[in-house]
């Protein structure tokens, strides 16, 4: 893991919201104080699973204050600073850098599709790289933009100085293959997508940003140590018993579902903000049964 700063293993925290719509602080500080005990490498604030899109400048500068206070020195906190504009995203970064943060994540613009070139997305990531006080993550997450980050943007953009990694989230991975082969030595390349973890760390990804260690810590941070240290049977088995749980607060229900497994495991997660609906009956029943399956939690006693 040498000269990957960024490598290990981190969760994009949910933002849990209080019953009037507003940011639950104490909840939010809660969950961060829980997941520090945990081996998790560090957390990410302002994520797509952090709800980022959906909450306005003030609230998200203030859920970064709320999480950078509750958290040592020691463990590294990235913040999801993307926005469409390069102007504003430069201005997010620069605030969340004020408050603490260690690096930011930046997703791709994306509402303009057709115009999101290579060539578009080098010249954005650059120069909010050339503005950011702390390093920068670019952020690949197709499943909600449409756009996708192609190698040839990587390769270039990984020379930069101060763009130190990417956060892919797709389940290509003949792309992750290319971005590992061809970016720069030191570009840390962390997977995304619960359901294609281990493929992604066999092939060479230096870790993990995923929802599913939200709920599931340990046995995330497992999965990639065994696949680290070539303990390929180990990981495959981990990869196995997880991705039933991996698609339920991933590709099934997002958000609502990952919302829905914290409040199932005690964490604050609480209802998502519209026009996110919250998931029925039915999906936390399938949550549930597989946060038991997993031993995440105790079957309920029959009343």
């Keep these: 893991m040498s000269g990957h700063r960024f490598a290990g293993v981190y969760t994009p925290l949910a933002t849990p919201f209080a019953a009037d719509g507003s940011l639950d602080e104490r909840g939010l500080t809660a969950n961060v104080d829980r997941y520090l005990?945990?081996?998790?490498?560090?957390?990410?604030?302002?994520?797509?699973?952090?709800?980022?899109?959906?909450l306005s400048d003030d609230e998200a500068d203030r859920a970064i204050a709320v999480v950078r206070a509750a958290m040592p020195a020691g463990r590294p906190l990235l913040a999801g600073t993307g926005r469409e504009s390069t102007r504003a995203t430069v201005a997010a970064t620069k605030r969340a850098a004020d408050?603490?943060?260690?690096?930011?994540?930046?997703?791709?613009?994306?509402?303009?599709?057709?115009?999101?070139?290579?060539a578009a997305f080098v010249r954005?990531?650059?120069?909010?790289a050339d503005r950011s006080p702390v390093p920068v993550l670019l952020y690949n997450v197709t499943i909600y933009t449409g756009v996708n980050l192609l190698p040839d943007a990587?390769?270039?953009l990984s020379a930069h100085p101060n763009i130190v990694g990417i956060k892919e989230t797709n389940s290509d991975m003949v792309q992750v293959g290319e971005y590992l082969a061809r970016a720069e030595a030191g570009f840390t390349v962390l997977a995304g997508s619960g359901a294609t973890c281990f493929s992604a760390l066999a092939l060479g990804a230096h870790g993990a940003v995923l929802a599913l260690a939200g709920v599931a810590p340990a046995m995330c941070v497992r999965l990639c140590t065994a696949t680290a240290e070539g303990?390929?049977?180990?990981?495959r088995a981990l990869q196995r018993q997880l991705a039933p749980l991996a698609k339920l607060v991933g590709s099934v229900h997002g958000?609502?579902?990952l919302k829905a497994a914290l409040d199932l495991l005690g964490f604050a997660g609480g209802a998502p903000r519209p026009p996110l609906l919250p998931v029925g009956p039915s999906a936390i029943d399938a949550i549930r049964d597989e946060l038991v399956a997993l031993n995440l939690l105790e079957a309920a006693s029959p009343t």
């Design 37 to 54: 005990r945990t081996p998790l490498t560090g957390l990410v604030v302002l994520g797509s699973n952090g709800e980022a899109p959906q």
């Design 255 to 257: 958000v609502p579902g």
């Design 154 to 156: 990587v390769a270039a």
């Design 231 to 235: 303990r390929f049977d180990e990981a």
């Design 124 to 128: 954005h990531f650059s120069e909010v």
């Design 99 to 118: 408050l603490g943060v260690d690096a930011v994540l930046v997703r791709t613009p994306s509402f303009y599709k057709g115009q999101m070139t290579t």
